[in-house]
């Protein structure tokens, strides 16, 4: 199954939910947004999100700074 994560098309073995990409990339959930397919995503529907073929992912992580 392909995907687009931050714009580079990637292959995922088998559909996950968000959550479990995330995991899967050793992606903390704070700090962390996520828009799919063009929608902001709240971190507590992370897990009720199928990614399927041909999604699109932005993974932004927040830093701070000064």
């Known amino acids: 199954m392909k995907l ?8 995922l073995e088998r559909e ?16 962390v947004g996520v828009e799919h397919n063009l929608a902001w995503v709240r971190r507590e529907d992370w897990a009720n999100i199928t990614l399927k073929e041909n999604d699109r992912l932005e993974v932004i992580r927040i830093m701070a700074g000064g």
Do not use: Q
Request: glycine content about 8%.
């Open 16 to 31: 996950m939910s968000i959550a479990d990409f995330l995991s899967s990339r050793n992606v903390s959930g704070t700090l």
């Open 4 to 11: 687009t994560v931050n714009g580079e098309r990637i292959d």
